[in-house]
């Protein structure tokens, strides 16, 4: 798919901000992908794609993940949560898509996941740092995304997870797995 159809697609799905926040992720997507030897074309899709379920009533991805044998273990948890996997089964087949390392890379933006590809990096980093993006720390993570992904990756983690503690909320096991595996990788 070209990238003005899918922008055109996505921008139908969201709110004026939501969408501004995507071509956000994409421009920087592609830059990370440049700079890092990932498939450019891939990156700049998923990224287009990452937040097609974000602006979708709770109620709507609930019932898409009960009537798709999403894993249960996933409907207890936050459903901030729940766009990511929706999104990518919503790219795949509302609009076909069946790239499965542009799905892999929408399904897991959220937690990351244990045996994140490249491109899952670059699209997980992206989200993070885009420039539309405010909040403390970010520009420490945007320093780090120029130097080394994987350190990038981690400092994103790390903040998600001491920002989610400090607001009593619970934090998703793959999050911290994810977070115990790039550790890995960066010592
Ligand atoms: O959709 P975006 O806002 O662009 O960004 P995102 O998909 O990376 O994150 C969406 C939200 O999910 C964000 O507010 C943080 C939250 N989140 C990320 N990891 C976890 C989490 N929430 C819980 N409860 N547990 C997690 O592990
Ligand atoms: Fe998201
Ligand atoms: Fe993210
Ligand atoms: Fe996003």
């Known amino acids: 798919m070209d990238k003005q159809k899918a922008l055109s697609i996505v ?31 891939k990156a700049e899709l998923a990224a287009i794609f990452h937040d097609v379920a974000k602006c979708m009533p709770i109620i709507e991805l609930k019932e898409i993940m009960e009537k798709n044998q999403f894993s249960l273990e996933l409907l207890q948890h936050n459903k901030e949560l729940w766009h990511a996997p929706v999104g990518a089964f919503l790219t795949k087949h509302e609009y076909g898509i069946d790239d499965e390392d542009v799905l892999q890379a929408i399904t897991y933006h959220t937690s990351g996941h244990e045996e994140m590809s490249l491109l899952d990096k670059v699209i997980y980093v992206a989200d993070y740092i885009e420039p539309n993006r405010q909040f403390p720390g970010v520009e420490e993570a945007r320093k780090l995304a120029d130097l080394d992904l994987n350190q990038a990756l981690l400092y994103a983690l790390k903040n998600t997870i001491t920002y989610l503690i400090e607001k009593e909320q619970s934090v998703y096991p793959l999050t911290v797995q994810t977070y115990n595996s790039i550790l890995k990788q960066v010592k």
């Open 11 to 41: 921008k139908d799905k969201l709110t004026n901000r939501r969408f501004t926040h995507t071509i956000g992720v994409m421009e920087t997507a592609v830059r990370l992908a440049e700079q890092y030897g990932a498939d450019v074309k």
